[in-house]
């Protein structure tokens, strides 16, 4: 079965860190460039961290650059984002997607390969 699989999230104070899993089967995620994305009550989705099949690059978008970094373990098919200092504002369901385009990820999100189902990150007191 061809999916990706997001694990992770959950309830953590401004502050603090937690680190998202996103995991592949059925393809391997060596062929693709990975982004996270996250969407909040009432708001757009959000393009958050991508990171290239080809050379490992990373891009982030301004709101996490500095507290946000994406990796990827091509042994485990599995990219990881770990956010740190997390903000009440990073509250969001985070979701991660897969495409052999980095282009198509960042510009044209909604036709990319594969959508993992989300997780939650809650950030509160």
């Known amino acids: 079965q061809v999916q990706l699989v997001e694990s992770g999230g959950g309830l953590v104070q401004p502050g603090g860190s937690l680190r998202l899993s996103c995991a592949a089967s059925?393809?391997?995620?060596?062929?693709?460039?990975v982004g996270w994305f996250r969407q909040a009550p009432g708001k757009e989705r959000e393009g958050v961290a991508f990171?290239?099949?080809?050379?490992?690059?990373?891009y982030y978008a301004d709101s996490v650059k500095g507290r946000f970094t994406i990796s990827r373990d091509n042994a485990k098919n599995t990219v990881y984002l770990q956010m740190n200092s997390l903000k009440p504002e990073d509250t969001a369901v985070y979701y991660c997607?897969?495409?052999?385009?980095?282009?198509?990820?960042?510009?044209?999100?909604?036709?990319?390969?594969?959508w993992g189902q989300g997780t939650q990150v809650t950030v509160s007191s």
């Open positions: 997607a897969a495409d052999p385009l980095t282009v198509v990820l960042r510009f044209a999100p909604g036709e990319s390969s594969h």
């Open positions: 059925g393809f391997t995620l060596d062929d693709y460039a």
């Open positions: 990171i290239s099949h080809i050379d490992n690059s990373a």
